[in-house]
């Protein structure tokens, strides 16, 4: 019987380490994905910056061209205040050349604050692309990284799965069955009995439970339905008591009087 506990107690090790050891090889990918979506990002934010340059550049061509367009039209105003006749003519005329030449400098105004937003948003595009190579060398090392440990994983479930074949080999079919049975549903197949309690599910055993499974059988927990056992090695040693010096006394002889100048 106990070579039989110690195999279910083994196997349900492996179990436990294969699920931990898969789970981990479950959440590789997700390292990846989350070094993915940083780059990702960081490629968003340079290619937003690279496109409010272009709009910049795209406004500062359109200014220019009407900067140049009000210029052309005062220049052609004052061309014809040589040729006015009336003091009315020569205000209408005076008037549009100085709305024109107002609007040309409004609007160099304008490209002079499109100049500035050009630059913080280079220096913007700057920091941006330096987001994205620093972003797409830790996917490169994540990669690198996330690999070697499926590796190591591999290795380790395969040691694993060599270890649980041999010892489902030992153990009794429909037990195993069994055993399985209860590790789909609890999680875990088989829990030992510790101060007449499961450590499964942390329910008390009956006092004969306990007794049985202190002469070394194989029970079923009443409350979790875990295959139970109980291991001598983990009972904590009884205290030893410190002698009474009272009752280490009461068994001696008294002792003799010694006879005066002995």
């Known amino acids: 019987m106990q070579a039989l506990i110690e195999n279910l107690v083994k196997l349900q090790a492996i179990e436990l380490n294969r699920a931990r050891l898969n789970q981990e090889l479950r959440a590789l990918p997700a390292e990846i994905a989350q070094a993915e979506a940083a780059l990702a990002a960081a490629e968003r934010q340079s290619a937003d910056v690279s496109s409010a340059i272009e709009r910049e550049d795209s406004l500062r061509t359109r200014l220019e061209r009407e900067i140049a367009a009000h210029r052309k039209k005062a220049a052609h105003f004052r061309e014809q205040l040589d040729s006015v006749k009336t003091t009315e003519q020569a205000a209408a005329i005076e008037h549009e050349v100085q709305?024109?030449?107002?609007?040309a400098e409004r609007l160099e105004n304008e490209e002079y604050a499109s100049l500035e937003r050009s630059e913080a948003l280079e220096a913007q595009l700057a920091h941006a692309r330096a987001q994205v190579e620093r972003f797409a060398a830790e996917v490169d090392a994540?990669?690198?990284s996330v690999a070697a440990r499926k590796r190591e994983l591999a290795g380790k479930l395969a040691a694993l799965d060599a270890d649980r074949e041999a010892a489902r080999a030992a153990i009794d079919p429909e037990l195993l069955a069994r055993f399985d049975r209860i590790a789909k549903a609890r999680g875990a197949a088989i829990a030992r009995a510790e101060n007449q309690q499961c450590t499964g599910c942390r329910m008390g055993v009956r006092p004969q439970t306990w007794n049985q499974l202190r002469n070394g059988e194989l029970l079923t927990c009443d409350s979790c339905s875990r295959l139970l056992y109980?291991?001598?090695?983990?009972?904590p040693p009884a205290p030893q008591l410190a002698p009474d010096p009272a009752k280490a006394s009461a068994g001696r002889a008294p002792r003799k009087p010694r006879p005066a100048g002995a």
């Open 99 to 103: 709305f024109a030449a107002a609007e």
């Open 142 to 144: 994540v990669r690198a």
């Open 230 to 235: 109980w291991d001598p090695a983990m009972t």
